[in-house]
């Protein structure tokens, strides 16, 4: 066995070596599928100021905050939602906890956000947001609280 106990010798003597992933050339600290990938959230230990990761937040040209139009319950409210550009999330828009949700395991209805995602083509009406960029969005009524899913029941008045 090796020094990491997951491959034997081999009987000349030689070991088996998983072979190391390529450097980034644009960075010192990742590989370059981590840098490729915009994987920077998997990577360990995790490195701060990454050129990379700069260089591709910089480069992400929509903004950070999107608002919309969100119907919900027949109640039609302006929100603002954040977009991650890199990381999880990415590609999605969250908003604020401001809607009410129920679920069989909750005792009182729970304050969740909603998450949106692209629509495609085929999204029914109803459930789709248009951002000030000219974006589709598709609404999610369900939620995750408390480790369960929940359902986005209407507007939270505070």
């Not at 997951?6 to 960075?27: K, T």
């Not at 119907?71 to 939602?81: E, F, G, Y």
């Not at 969005?137 to 369960?148: D, I, V, Y």
């Amino acid at each position: 066995m090796n020094d990491h106990g997951w491959l034997p010798e081999a009987p000349d003597g030689h070991e088996w070596v998983r072979p190391r992933p390529a450097d980034c050339p644009n960075c010192p600290c990742h590989t370059a599928l981590v840098c490729q990938g915009k994987a920077w959230h998997w990577s360990y230990p995790r490195h701060e100021g990454c050129p990379c990761e700069t260089a591709a937040v910089a480069a992400d040209t929509p903004p950070a905050t999107r608002t919309l139009t969100l119907t919900v319950a027949d109640i039609s409210r302006t929100v603002l939602a954040q977009a991650p550009t890199v990381g999880i999330g990415a590609g999605l828009l969250l908003t604020a906890r401001v809607f009410r949700a129920t679920g069989s395991h909750l005792a009182a209805e729970a304050v969740v956000p909603m998450v949106l995602s692209p629509a495609s083509e085929h999204t029914p009406a109803d459930l789709v947001a248009v951002d000030e960029l000219g974006q589709r969005w598709t609404m999610r009524l369900t939620a995750f609280h408390g480790g369960a899913e929940v359902a986005i029941t209407g507007w939270h008045d505070a």
